[in-house]
Nanobody, 114 residues
Framework: QLQASGGGLVQAGGSLRLACVAS?????????MGWHRQAPGKQRELVAS???????NYADSVKGRFTISTNNAKNMVYLQMNSLKPEDTAVYYC?????????WGQGTQVTVSS
């Protein structure tokens, strides 16, 4: 119901754009959509989220470098990642939240080489 794509291998300083397509039922019921990441040996953390009204929130570590956006007509959520750093290496997960549930997509691997 959530399908993420766009990960890959990039050099430090480079850019990637992640995309997530949600089922229509999730997209219209969610009050927020977000991207989380999990690096090896670390807990999963919220990277960025966006509310239905378009209000975005970012982890301090990615502010000014990452931008979350949506395309409501296509049920899509994007994460534009610029100025990537090796510490951004992780599996990135798309997530949607409605009042009853949290929905997760499969992860997409992002690897940033130094």
């Amino acid at each position: 119901q959530l399908q993420a794509s766009g990960g890959g291998l990039v050099q430090a300083g480079g850019s990637l754009r992640l995309a997530c397509v949600a089922s229509r039922s999730i997209f219209i019921s969610a009050y927020a959509m977000g991207w989380h990441r999990q690096a090896p040996g670390k807990q999963r953390e919220l990277v960025a989220s966006i509310t239905r009204g378009g209000s975005a929130n970012y982890a301090d570590s990615v502010k000014g470098r990452f931008t979350i956006s949506t395309n409501n007509a296509k049920n899509m959520v994007y994460l534009q990642m610029n100025s990537l750093k090796p510490e951004d290496t992780a599996v990135y997960y798309c997530q949607g939240s409605d009042p009853q549930n949290a929905y997760w997509g499969q992860g997409t691997q992002v690897t940033v080489s130094s």
